[in-house]
C-alpha cells in the first residue's frame, strides 16, 4: 500500500495495522524525518517513510494493490494509476484547491471504474500530474 501525504505519520500507522506493508511519503522533509522517529519508536517495522520527489507517489515501490492520497489534486493523476496494479485501487480527493470530491478508482484492463464517495476538503497536491507549487 502506499500512502501520499505522511504528515504526523498517524494515517500510516493505522494503514500498518490492516496492510502487511505500508510505503508512505511526505514533501516536507522535516515532516517526514519526525514520523520516521515516531513509527520507529512505536516499533513499526512494515513502513518505510521516504521525502517525496517531483514524481507524484514511489514508483520504485510499484505496484501498489491500493494508493491513498492525503491531499486534493485537480485531476485524477496518470503517474499514481501507473503505479497500480490491474484491479488496484487508488483513494484521491479532486476538485478545486478549495472543494474535491472523494474518488475511488479501480484501475480495470477496459477503462476505471470511478466512485464518487462524496464531498470533501484537502490540502492541495503538489507535483507533476498535480498543483504546482
Not at 5 to 13: K, Q
Not at 31 to 39: I, P
Not at 88 to 104: F, K
Amino acid at each position: 500500500m502506499l500512502e501520499l501525504g505522511t504528515g504526523s505519520g498517524y494515517e500510516a500507522a493505522i494503514l500498518a495495522e490492516l496492510a502487511q506493508k505500508v510505503v508512505t511519503v511526505e514533501c516536507i522533509p522535516e515532516l517526514a524525518e519526525s514520523a520516521r522517529q515516531v513509527l520507529d519508536k512505536l516499533s513499526y517495522s512494515n513502513i518505510e517513510v521516504h521525502v517525496a520527489g517531483k514524481t507524484l507517489g514511489w514508483p520504485e515501490g510499484a505496484p501498489y494493490d491500493a494508493i491513498i492520497v492525503s491531499a486534493g489534486a485537480p485531476t485524477v493523476p496518470q503517474v499514481l494509476l501507473e503505479q497500480l496494479t490491474w484491479n488496484g485501487r487508488l483513494v484521491i480527493p479532486v476538485g478545486s484547491r478549495w472543494q474535491q470530491e472523494l474518488l475511488r478508482v479501480t484501475k480495470l484492463r477496459k477503462g476505471n471504474n470511478i466512485e464518487n464517495l462524496g464531498g470533501c476538503y484537502f490540502v492541495p497536491l503538489i507535483g507533476e500530474g498535480a498543483w504546482e507549487e
